[in-house]
């Protein structure tokens, strides 16, 4: 063999993404996080239905109907 250290490497490379699938392996758990921008987002929301509640159409009042 001409590289000796290209073949060790292959191996290397070979080996840890073949175990790295193995039931076994490793994990690192994923935290969940708050959004950053949440309250912002959530003041934004209530702001919007207070406003779309108060210009909401009215229906209109019921007409008489003569018989």
Do not use: F, K, W
């Amino acid at each position: 063999m001409e590289l000796p250290t290209g073949y060790i490497t292959a191996l290397d490379a070979m080996n840890r993404h073949v175990n790295s699938a193995r039931p076994d392996a490793p994990v690192q758990i994923e935290r969940a996080r708050r959004a950053p921008l949440a309250p912002t987002r959530q003041a934004a929301a209530v702001a919007l239905r207070r406003l779309a509640d108060r210009i909401q159409p009215r229906p209109l009042p019921a007409t008489p109907h003569c018989s």
